[in-house]
């Protein structure tokens, strides 16, 4: 019993910590500069990792990073929004918002995995996807779509991380998988708080105010069953090791499952979010079975 | 009845097209006028009609919101859906208001554009959906994003069914709803001078610091960037979807006659 006392006291020193944060405070968080993001991660967990550039229909995204990763003898796919670490490298990855060919890049690689049998792990940590006018003429909502659809029903396992800043359909956007989890100061949200400040508050600088109401941490989220769970932070090392723990874990369950099964859970997830007024049909259940053609991963 | 024209100012007689005959604009239709315009007379059932949403992230003052929009537009979400005929053939058919909330997408839009896709995919029966929406129903939070993922891999299911899709993009759409299921029709049509899009001009504005080029995001614009088939009249959108649907017949030699 004594030994427990230090960890026991972590935890509640934890318990304290997640409610002093207010919901702003997170988002201010999640936006650091000088946050582990997605290659730190990737490097920290792969015993090796090659990047995979373009998406062979306009160009390279910097701000979407791709590849495959070794874990202990195990090839993953890799998909992650990159930012900087400093100002510098902010400008060149775009502050981690992609244009469509960045989406593109990732439904790329996303079918290259699953045509090889490799599970997939994105890491989420983007303000949204670009609104430019480049982004606009290649058809960013087109890009964002096709990523929902395939995703849905890709035969190959895939694990979410929302690392950092998870905004809108530019998150989704590589957001649709079997597991998702959320770092613990990491934020997801259908617009920013200052968007939603500015459009439902009409006023910008109601921010604060907008974050709290909006429901948008990794504990709101859990609550609402939108993720699966919460991962600790601590140094880059130490939630480094704990997603690469987790990435085990879970792919050594996944990867065993016949990915029919996986595609019909995982529309099941889908379909289940939302809160309306009297209906849990199951009528459509039969239409799962369009999946159950093909044998096992591994 | 005599109404003033939005576009050019004159007073206008409207016929059920909802067409100015002085300047050509587009008037916005309500699902029951556009369903009465491509479907089959007295064809028309609608499915889900009472399905209203809950206040998932226990916002205040969206209850309110909601009821307000209920009275206002007699409508209880921002989409109509069920089945009809057009020129006999059999359609599940889904119609967007804008005029509830934008057309925004929340729980029960999301959950009845899905309805509408998996009613079709279960049935083999060709879906047609008409949006109208400034994107994702923020007062939902997470809940409206997730909707993006629900309708599209309906979507998905839908065509792993080999049952085809008829997008008809109207007046605005925007954000969420461009990015998930109105961008993944077997064909999209559009409406002449529609505002189709994922980021809303002011916030592209907003980004790129300088103004946006005339016809932006119009559907001449999409058309012509790829990602709209074809620009259809409203006096052609009958004619035309019954074309689409004899020519999306499977395993049968297409001869329409």
């Known amino acids: ?298 | 009845m005599a109404e003033l024209c939005t576009a050019c100012g004159h007073e206008v007689r409207l016929d059920h097209f909802k067409i100015c005959p002085s300047c050509g604009h587009y008037f916005p239709l309500n699902p029951g006028e556009r369903i009465a315009l491509i479907g089959d007379e007295g064809s028309f059932v609608e499915m889900e009609g009472t399905m209203v949403s809950a206040n998932p992230i226990s916002l205040a003052g969206y209850e309110e919101k909601l009821e307000e929009n209920r009275k206002k537009s007699a409508l209880n979400d921002a989409v109509t859906i069920g089945r009809c005929t057009i020129e006999g053939d059999a359609v599940i058919v889904g119609v967007m208001a804008f005029s509830f909330m934008g057309g925004s997408m929340g729980s029960v839009v999301g959950e009845k554009i899905t309805q509408a896709l998996l009613e079709g995919a279960l049935e083999g029966v060709p879906v047609i959906l008409c949006t109208a929406s400034g994107g994702a129903r923020m007062q939902e939070g997470i809940f409206s994003l997730m909707q993006m993922a629900k309708t599209a891999s309906a979507a998905a299911l839908l065509e792993e069914t080999g049952t085809p899709l008829f997008i008809v993009l109207t007046n605005p759409t925007t954000g969420g709803v461009t990015a998930s299921f109105a961008m993944l029709g077997d064909v999209i049509l559009a409406e002449p001078g529609a505002i189709i899009g994922f980021a809303g001009p002011r916030v592209i504005e907003g980004t790129i610091g300088q103004q946006l080029p005339e016809g932006f995001q119009r559907a001449e614009f999409q058309q012509e960037k790829g990602f709209v088939d074809a620009i259809v009249n409203r006096t052609d959108l009958k004619r035309t979807l019954s074309f689409l649907i004899r020519t999306h017949r499977r395993g049968e030699v297409s001869h329409v006659g």
């Open chain 1, 1 to 298: 019993m004594l030994d427990e006392t230090p960890r026991f006291t972590a935890a509640v020193d934890r318990m304290v910590a997640h409610t002093q944060l207010s919901g702003w405070e997170r988002v201010q968080m999640s936006r650091r500069l000088g946050r582990p993001g997605a290659m730190t991660f990737i490097k920290l967990i792969c015993d090796s990792f090659m990047e995979l550039h373009g998406d062979r229909l306009f160009g390279d995204d910097p701000a979407m990073v791709g590849g495959i990763g070794l874990i202990d003898g195990q090839a993953i796919t890799f998909i992650g929004n990159r930012k900087g670490a400093n100002l510098k490298e902010n400008v060149r990855y775009n502050y981690g918002m992609s244009n469509p060919e960045g989406y593109r890049k990732a439904l790329r690689l996303a079918r290259q995995a699953e045509r090889f049998s490799r599970p997939i792990v994105c890491f989420i940590d983007t303000p949204g996807a670009y609104s430019g006018i480049g982004s606009e003429e290649r058809g960013i909502g087109e890009a964002i779509a096709q990523n929902l659809k395939a995703f849905s029903t890709l035969k190959t396992p895939i694990l979410v991380f929302i690392i950092g800043e998870g905004g809108s359909g530019g998150a989704l956007g590589i957001g649709v998988g079997d597991k998702l989890y959320m770092l613990e100061h990491a934020v997801y949200s259908v617009i920013t708080p200052e968007g939603f400040a500015s459009i439902l508050l009409r006023d910008p600088s109601k921010a604060a105010e907008a974050a709290e109401a909006m429901k948008m941490t990794a504990h709101h989220l859990k609550e609402f069953s939108v993720i699966h769970d919460i991962v600790e932070e601590g140094s880059a090392e130490e939630t480094a090791a704990r997603i690469k723990a987790i990435i085990k874990r879970d792919l050594a369950v996944l990867c065993s499952k016949p990915p029919a099964h996986l595609v019909r859970y995982r529309i099941r997830k889908i379909r289940g979010i939302g809160e309306v007024s009297g209906i849990a049909k199951t009528w459509w259940k039969p239409l799962l079975e369009v999946f159950s053609k093909s044998g096992s991963l591994s």
